[in-house]
């Protein structure tokens, strides 16, 4: 790997989460939503690296249960969205925020991305994108505290960025997702492609993530609300679904009960 070049690896947590990895070559390191400590701890310790940055996307028990322990371990600096309820100290980020990680020689844009929780953040940068419980390979977070009206103004955020920047997303649900998006589009070519390399993925115990924005814009239902295959999927449901925020709160609620 040259030096200074951004490489992230995934350390699994609970039962499908995942704490992101990220180093440049030296032993400064960077951890996205680290749910639990242990399982970074251990990773820090074999690999000799030094956490100097820990980027939280929202404040899910699973996603920021383990920074306390981190803390006290180590000197790194939290960068958090801004909400009362993430209580260690933190740096607030905001829509447009430019945040500086000059160990790992990387920078990140904050967007503000809320539905799953009210105040939600992605790190987009260097065409790789953090997106927490918003955006997931082949679908989307549950409407904790949002409208699907503010899931797809997140989403229609997210999918305007690069259709190459990679998606690195807090759960390994792609499988579920994939059997549910079939349900919702049977005819399309690159999702039944894309759960057929999701099943091989996941009977050999691998991860099937990162995934391109291309490639989630091919296949994820959730960012083809304004598709006449995914609306007329909405429209069974719900003759009056219109393309877009309506269809989304059809899909989203379809994929509650599934
Ligand atoms: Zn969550």
């Known amino acids: 790997m040259p030096a200074n070049e951004l490489n992230i690896s995934a350390i699994p947590a609970f039962s499908d989460n995942y704490i992101w990895l990220l180093t440049a070559g030296g032993n400064a390191c960077a951890v996205v939503d680290p749910g639990q400590a242990g399982p970074v701890l251990e990773v820090l310790q074999k690999k000799e690296l030094d956490l100097r940055y820990i980027l939280l996307t929202h404040h899910h ?15 790194a600096k939290v960068f958090a969205p801004a909400d009362e309820r993430i209580n260690f100290e933190h740096r607030a980020c905001r829509e447009g925020d430019q945040i500086l990680l ?29 997106s927490g419980d918003t955006l997931f390979s082949v679908g989307c977070g549950r409407f904790f505290e949002g409208s699907p009206a503010d899931m797809q ?30 349900q919702v589009e049977p005819d399309n070519l690159a999702l039944q492609a894309r759960a057929e390399e999701v099943a091989r993925l996941r009977k050999e115990g691998k991860i099937t993530l990162p995934s391109t924005l291309g490639d989630e814009l091919a296949t994820n239902p959730f960012l083809r609300t ?23 709160a059809v899909i989203r609620a ?5």
């Open 102 to 130: 000059p160990d790992i020689n990387t920078e990140f844009r904050i967007l503000e991305i809320p539905a799953h929780t009210r105040s939600h953040i992605a790190f987009y940068g260097k065409s790789v994108l953090f």
């Open 226 to 248: 304004r598709e006449s295959s995914v609306v007329e999927a909405a429209r069974k449901i719900d003759p009056r679904a219109s393309a877009g925020t309506a269809t989304m």
């Open 254 to 258: 379809w994929k509650d009960r599934f």
């Open 153 to 182: 103004a997140s989403l229609d955020k997210l999918a305007a960025l690069p259709a190459k920047t990679m998606n690195y997303c807090g759960h390994e649900y792609t499988q579920s997702n994939c059997a549910f998006a079939l």
């Open 61 to 75: 028990p699973d996603h920021i249960g383990g920074v306390p322990t981190l803390l006290e371990n180590y000197q």
